[in-house]
């Protein structure tokens, strides 16, 4: 019994995963296009399973992204290898989850807790089309696409990875649904809850895999956790200003 609690223990007090963030003075032009300022930014992978079965190679699915930022976004690059490109709900409000997507989640403050309808943390589920969803106060999926910029280029060569750039504005805790919100400006030492992942799916009427970026402890087997639950988030912190 003790060692058993010991081991429950271990899971809940488990370090999150934590990444700093290099400030850009240059803001990144969205477009899919890598410029040379992402060059400062260190690479991090999407091993982890969430939902569904693992890809069966590193064609069907691989990943990985890296971030910087400057007052007014969080920039994010991925490099995603996808070989099936779904997108078969024309509403980005409806089973959006089921086409392929890149989901962010974000906590500005990093106070984590149950956000799966309030807006304490966001978790943008950013489909082919650019338009990016998630559930309100109300318990109905709204768009949240003017919180962000969303762009993707798929590569001409072998194995035709996807170059996905998002830059996003951050709101406080207190964000209300349907009126005038204000985005936080970002600063040094900001310490920001954040995790990436990936809806996968090859064609069947779910997805069939879900990766990302942080490992979530299951909840009676249950690894899908960051659309509810922010504790499950990794943290990242903005690094001074380059002197």
């Known amino acids: 019994m003790i060692k058993q609690a010991l081991a429950i223990s271990f899971l809940l007090s488990a370090p999150v995963m934590a990444i700093d963030v290099v ?27 969430m939902d569904g079965t693992l890809p069966s190679s590193e064609d069907d699915f691989k990943g990985r992204y890296r971030l910087l930022w400057d007052k007014n976004y969080l920039y994010l690059q991925a490099d995603i290898v996808d070989d099936v490109l779904i997108d078969t709900h024309p509403d980005p ?15 500005s403050d990093a106070s984590g807790g149950i956000h799966q309808f309030n807006h304490t943390a966001l978790a943008y589920h950013i489909g082919l089309d650019n338009q990016a969803a998630d559930y309100g ?9 003017e919180h962000l910029v969303s762009n993707w280029i798929r590569n001409t060569k072998a194995p035709y990875n996807i170059t996905w750039e998002v830059a996003i504005k951050l709101y406080p805790n207190n964000y209300k649904e ?66």
């Open 178 to 243: 349907g009126a005038v919100n204000t985005p936080i400006t970002l600063s040094e030492n900001q310490v920001i809850g954040f995790m990436l992942a990936y809806c996968d799916n090859d064609g069947s009427d779910v997805r069939e895999h879900f990766m990302g970026s942080h490992e979530v402890q299951p909840v009676n087997g249950d690894r899908n956790r960051g659309f509810i639950d922010a504790d499950v988030f990794g943290k990242i912190t903005l690094l001074p200003k380059s002197k």
């Open 23 to 49: 400030h850009t003075s240059t803001p990144i032009t969205v477009d899919g296009v890598s410029e040379s300022t992402w060059d400062k930014a260190t690479w991090h992978d999407m091993p982890h399973l």
């Open 137 to 145: 106060p109300d318990k109905k999926a709204h768009l949240y696409t």
């Open 93 to 107: 409000t409806e089973k959006y989850w089921d086409d392929d997507a890149l989901e962010i989640f974000i906590d």
